[in-house]
C-alpha cells in the first residue's frame, strides 16, 4: 500500500495510491481527516485499507500535486551515528521542493504505538518508509508512504550503522513513539 497526501483542483486530498491512480480516501465521510499524517494518528492500516476497498480511484497522479505525505508528522528522531537525536523539524515539504545541502535519508514512519518495545519486535510497530531530505529544520518527504508489506526487508533499505529493529527499540524505550512519527535514517 501506498499512501500520499495532495492537492487538485479544489482543494487537499489524502489516499492510497494504486498503481498510477489516487483512492481519494479524503472523501470519505467515515474518514474525517485533513491529511494522512492525522489518519494515521487516529486508524489502523487495516481501516484504511479496507476503506479502500471495492473504491475506484478518483485521480490520476499526474493530475495532482503530491505533498508531504506526511505533511505533519509526530516525533522526528534522526540517527546520527550511534545517536537518536529529536528533531524540531519547522517545515515539512513535499517531493518537488528542492533544498540547498539538504542530505538525503530514509524515513522509517512507526504505525503502532510504541512503548518499551523488544528488539525482536521492534521492526511489527513499523508502517513503511519513504525517501525523507533533511536541511536544518526543513524536512522533505515523499512522494508516499509505502507500506512494509510491499517494501520487504526493511534493514536492506538503509545505510545506518545499526539494525533498524535496534534503532526503533532504542527509541521506544526513550520515548513514546506514535504513528506517524518519523525516524530518518542514512538512505542505503
Known amino acids: 500500500m501506498r499512501i500520499t497526501t495532495f492537492r487538485h483542483a479544489g482543494g487537499t486530498g489524502w489516499g492510497l495510491v494504486e498503481d498510477d491512480r489516487i483512492v481519494d480516501l479524503s472523501t470519505n465521510p467515515s474518514l474525517p481527516y485533513a491529511h494522512a499524517s492525522e489518519a494515521l494518528r487516529s486508524e489502523t ?13 478518483q485521480h490520476h497522479v499526474r493530475d495532482v500535486e503530491l505533498l508531504a505525505p506526511l505533511p505533519a508528522p509526530g516525533r522526528v528522531v534522526l540517527v546520527e551515528g550511534s545517536t537518536l537525536v529529536p528533531l524540531d523539524v519547522v517545515d515539512v ?25 523488544p528488539r525482536d519486535r521492534a521492526i511489527e510497530h513499523l508502517l513503511g518508509v519513504t525517501d525523507a531530505a533533511l536541511d536544518g529544520s526543513r524536512l522533505r518527504l515523499g512522494p508516499w508512504v509505502v507500506t512494509r508489506d510491499e517494501t520487504g ?30 525516524v530518518l535514517v542514512p538512505a542505503g
Not at 526493511?154 to 506514535?178: F, K, M, Q, Y
Open 45 to 57: 492500516v487495516m481501516d484504511l485499507a479496507l476503506a479502500a476497498c471495492g473504491v475506484a480511484p
Open 93 to 117: 515539504v513535499g517531493p518537488g521542493h528542492h533544498l540547498p545541502g539538504a542530505v538525503g535519508m530514509l524515513a522509517v514512519v512507526v504505525g503502532s504505538p510504541s512503548r518499551d518495545v
Open 153 to 182: 526487508d526493511l534493514e536492506l533499505l538503509h545505510g545506518a550503522p545499526r539494525a533498524l529493529a535496534d534503532i526503533v527499540s532504542e527509541g521506544s524505550h526513550r520515548w513514546t513513539l506514535n504513528p506517524g512519527d518519523v
